[in-house]
């Protein structure tokens, strides 16, 4: 993930906030349906989807965000960080 964050300090989007920035990835209460995806749960986001009357949209990705996801996976597996 620190790769990751240093990949995105790089963008001009990331550049435009200023200051300084921080990321964690925890479990928490103030985003379950994020929590649930970024960690595979799709039965539980699918159930929380129902509960709140929402139906999740299928968004596309950009070709930035697909690079970022493509250097962060090389970098990875360069440092054999994926089992």
């Known amino acids: 993930m ?16 200023g200051g300084a920035t921080a990321a964690v990835h925890c479990f928490g209460s103030a985003n379950p349906a994020a929590d649930a995806v970024s960690r595979g749960n ?15 949209v299928l968004q596309e990705v950009t070709s930035e965000a697909r690079s970022l996801l493509d250097n962060a996976v090389s970098n990875a597996r360069s440092n054999s960080l994926l089992a």
């Open 2 to 17: 620190a790769h990751v964050h240093l990949l995105i300090l790089q963008l001009p989007q990331a550049k435009s906030l």
């Open 42 to 56: 799709m039965d539980y986001f699918n159930a929380l989807c129902s509960q709140l009357g929402v139906v999740p």
